[in-house]
């Protein structure tokens, strides 16, 4: 599983509970994390990485950065998502995350999710000159996560993982407080929690969360469609 990231703490807000639980599994978990918080009111890059790397190990995660445009600079080049479409050569996932395209949101994040919706593509074409070191690779399934309420897709239903293990949620929660200049500030934790909690209640569980597919999924037997959230 490869997970990208504009910023130090967006992967663990908007789907670290996922994480934590894929790891528990023994699933790989890769994180690749595009700017260092450069323009962060609070906390310095050196502060931001070192916080980065404690979160990813308390889930149980790979991680590494590479540094595009910087913090509230990233601009959509196809560079880019060639760079990122080399990672994705490189590392051969089977399933991908990226923050949604909605706009309504730092523009760091959906600029982000675009590019890699488009380095998905760009990895499967084999005459592009900068990645012809290195053999076209097709992912299984490209899946968004929102760090926002504002940044859920309005367009797409999404998937609702449940995330209700006591120690997946203990070790989510210390992931998001390893991000100590940022969670000092406001209760962003207790935010997602609260958005968790709220999405378990719709799937009749303690605490869920949502991932939304960029296609639609496509499944060899309705065995694995085991239940569906609960409508009020």
Same mark, same amino acid.
Request: aromatic content about 6%.
């Given at each position: 599983?490869?997970?990208?990231?504009?910023?130090?703490?967006?992967?663990?807000?908007?789907?670290?509970?996922?994480?934590?639980? @894929?790891?528990?599994?023994? +699933?790989?978990?890769?994180?690749?994390?595009?700017?260092?918080?450069?323009?962060?009111?609070?906390?310095?890059? @050196?502060?931001?990485?070192?916080?980065?790397?404690?979160?990813?190990?308390?889930?149980?995660?790979?991680?590494?950065?590479?540094?595009?445009?910087?913090?509230?600079?990233?601009?959509?080049?196809?560079?880019?998502?060639?760079?990122?479409?080399?990672?994705? +050569?490189?590392?051969?996932?089977?399933?991908?995350?990226?923050?949604?395209?909605?706009?309504?949101?730092?523009?760091?994040?959906?600029?982000?999710?675009?590019?890699?919706?488009?380095?998905?593509?760009?990895?499967?074409?084999?005459?592009?000159?900068?990645? +012809?070191?290195?053999?076209?690779?097709?992912?299984?399934?490209?899946?968004?996560?929102?760090?926002?309420?504002?940044?859920?897709?309005?367009?797409?239903?999404?998937?609702?993982?449940?995330?209700?293990?006591?120690?997946?949620?203990?070790?989510?929660?210390?992931?998001?407080?390893?991000?100590?200049?940022?969670?000092?500030?406001?209760?962003?934790?207790?935010?997602?929690?609260?958005?968790? +909690?709220?999405?378990?209640?719709?799937?009749?569980?303690?605490?869920?969360?949502?991932?939304?597919?960029?296609?639609?999924?496509?499944?060899?037997?309705?065995?694995?469609?085991?239940?569906?959230?609960?409508?009020?």
């Amino acid at each position: 599983m490869l997970v990208f990231g504009a910023h130090p703490d967006d992967i663990e807000f908007g789907c670290g509970a996922i994480l934590a639980q @894929e790891a528990r599994i023994g +699933r790989r978990v890769h994180l690749v994390v595009c700017s260092r918080g450069e323009s962060s009111s609070r906390g310095s890059p @050196e502060e931001r990485i070192r916080e980065a790397e404690n979160s990813a190990a308390i889930m149980g995660a790979e991680l590494e950065f590479l540094l595009l445009d910087g913090d509230a600079h990233l601009e959509i080049h196809a560079a880019h998502a060639i760079r990122l479409a080399e990672v994705i +050569r490189r590392l051969r996932p089977g399933i991908v995350l990226a923050p949604s395209t909605v706009q309504n949101q730092h523009p760091d994040h959906w600029r982000l999710g675009t590019l890699v919706r488009d380095a998905c593509r760009l990895a499967r074409y084999g005459g592009i000159i900068e990645l +012809r070191e290195q053999p076209i690779y097709s992912i299984h399934q490209l899946l968004f996560y929102a760090v926002t309420d504002e940044a859920e897709p309005t367009d797409i239903s999404p998937i609702l993982i449940d995330v209700s293990n006591p120690e997946v949620v203990s070790a989510w929660t210390s992931a998001m407080e390893a991000h100590v200049t940022q969670v000092s500030a406001r209760s962003y934790i207790e935010l997602q929690l609260a958005r968790s +909690r709220l999405l378990g209640f719709r799937a009749g569980v303690a605490h869920a969360m949502a991932l939304f597919p960029n296609d639609p999924p496509v499944f060899q037997s309705l065995r694995p469609l085991t239940r569906s959230a609960r409508q009020f």
